[in-house]
């Protein structure tokens, strides 16, 4: 999945969310955690055994009033971690990680100014700095390889999605906003995106045009259909806008034309749940990542008559909890940990046994992961 600026920030909810637990004098987690021990160097990873349930994860143990380096980790399902670049503290905030090329050979970052993109060379750690054509901001790769760039302009109120080279070329247009913003998830093979639109999401072709429309009943216009990720290889899920509560609700929509049919009922505002942005169905349950107060992320059990129950994950503190992707039984989450930085942390989490798999976890003071990108999947969470 890849979105534009209008959601919103994660560092914003995560802020608001330590601010109202400093307020109650909620305890932090245990600071003697440190993350960024025993990672084992670039030179010994097992590259032909990279796959599902792989992650490539940014750390740092710097803190508001100090800074730290940042690390690139390549982190294993089973927790052990290969460092592959780091930034010196003296260069202050380290460019943002937003995605990892379907190869498997390549880290994109966003720059510290419009258009500047960075790429990391994972196999040699070469790092390549360039701006996209037009001052577009990159979003992500092209599937299922990663040959392109994916990235948006925008251009007054009309945003524009292109494809472009890997430095920095416009290749070609592929699709412009109904509205001021745009966004777009990619079939497993590449060859198709389900772009957002204002009644409904569009099937575009990867060559360029629009393949069809897919409407999404009782959609308002003002607020439209942003695709989450393809459920399946025939669908597509997406959070739709109601006209008359304007709360986000998930839609299974296929990329046949077939009606679309609801994953979750309509929320309101007078419940907890302020809508549903993205679901996992495992073997014990239907999962979502849904909208909670001051810009929090909530993590749902959705139960059978359409009711929510809310997950609580151990160890964390349970105020803004983001599902990154799911693997088998378990769910990948990065969750507040502490609230002196805020810190981050990043954990499996089987919500089925309440198992826990711990792979970064950060002291209390410090800022902890400051972004994930799994292997690609279609478990893969909408980009935050």
Excluded at 130 to 144: C, D, K, N
Aim: glycine residues 12%.
């Amino acid at each position: 999945m890849f979105t534009n600026v209008w959601r919103r920030g994660r560092f914003a909810a995560l802020i608001g969310a330590c601010v109202a637990v400093l307020a109650t004098g909620a305890a932090a987690t245990d600071a003697a955690a440190a993350s960024a021990a025993a990672a084992q160097p670039q030179a010994r990873v097992p590259w032909k055994a990279v796959g599902p349930g792989w992650e490539l994860a940014q750390y740092t143990n710097g803190a508001p009033t100090t800074h730290a380096p940042t690390t690139l980790y390549l982190v294993s399902p089973a927790g052990t971690r290969y460092s592959l670049y780091t930034w010196r503290a003296s260069a202050g905030f380290a460019p943002g990680l937003i995605a990892w090329s379907g190869d498997k050979t390549r880290a994109l970052f966003n720059g510290n100014s419009q258009g500047q993109v960075a790429q990391l060379d994972l196999l040699t750690g070469t790092m390549t700095r360039f701006r996209l054509a037009g001052l577009a901001y990159a979003i992500g790769y092209t599937r299922p390889d990663g040959l392109n760039i994916l990235g948006v302009r925008i251009a007054g109120q009309v945003a524009t999605l292109a494809r472009y080279s890997l430095t920095g070329k416009l290749v070609k247009v592929l699709a412009t906003s109904d509205g001021y913003s745009i966004s777009g998830a990619y079939s497993a093979d590449g060859t198709t995106l389900a772009v957002s639109g204002t009644t409904g999401l569009r099937l575009i072709s990867n060559a360029g045009g629009v393949i069809r429309r897919l409407p999404v009943p009782g959609t308002d216009p003002n607020m439209g259909c942003w695709p989450s990720r393809w459920w399946n290889a025939g669908a597509v899920l997406s959070e739709c806008f109601d006209k008359k509560y304007d709360i986000p609700r998930l839609w299974l929509v296929p990329a046949s034309g077939a009606k679309p049919v609801a994953l979750t009922p309509q929320r309101t505002s007078a419940g907890g749940d302020y809508g549903d942005i993205d679901g996992w169905r495992l073997a014990s349950g239907l999962y979502l990542q849904s909208l909670g107060a001051c810009g929090t992320l909530e993590f749902n059990k959705q139960n059978a008559n359409g009711s929510i129950t809310p997950v609580k994950v151990p160890g964390t503190l349970n105020l803004s909890t983001r599902i990154v992707t799911a693997y088998g039984p378990w769910l990948l989450v990065d969750a507040i940990t502490g609230c002196d930085a805020p810190s981050q942390s990043l954990l499996w989490f089987n919500p089925g046994t309440r198992a826990e798999r711990w792979l970064l976890r950060a002291p209390a003071s410090a800022f902890g992961v400051q972004a994930v990108v799994p292997y690609y999947s279609l478990a893969d969470a909408l980009y935050l």
